[in-house]
């Protein structure tokens, strides 16, 4: 498996000002990268999807698997955090 690195410049622009894009209601295509990119409009459509899934999981909807068919999500932490470092 290949190992992921990141280049001293990304490094640098992260640590010293990056402003990630604005999410603006528009999730594709888009990084997460700080909880500044979201507007309270932004996080009402995530926590609506997310208890719009929750209820078809607990439906057992088999219609769910095919909607992260093809999906990769990967979660990238760049600093030690004891509450995440065991989750």
């Known amino acids: 498996m ?3 690195t990141l280049s001293s ?7 010293f000002g990056y402003q990630p894009p604005a999410i603006d209601g528009d999730f594709v295509g888009k990084h997460i990268i700080s ?3 979201f507007k309270r409009q932004d996080l009402d459509i995530l926590f609506d999807a997310a208890t719009s899934i929750r209820k ?11 909607l ?3 999906k990769v999500m990967a979660s990238l932490f760049f600093e ?6 065991m989750s």
Do not use: K, N, W
Not at 9 to 15: E, P, Q, R
Not at 56 to 66: M, N, P, V
Not at 80 to 85: K, L, P, Q, V
């Open 68 to 70: 992260c068919a093809g």
């Open 2 to 4: 290949a190992e992921a």
């Open 56 to 66: 078809r999981i607990r439906s057992q909807d088999r219609g769910l698997t095919e």
């Open 80 to 85: 030690a955090s004891t509450r995440t470092d």
């Open 9 to 15: 410049t990304a490094v640098s622009d992260h640590a």
């Open 35 to 37: 909880v500044d990119q």
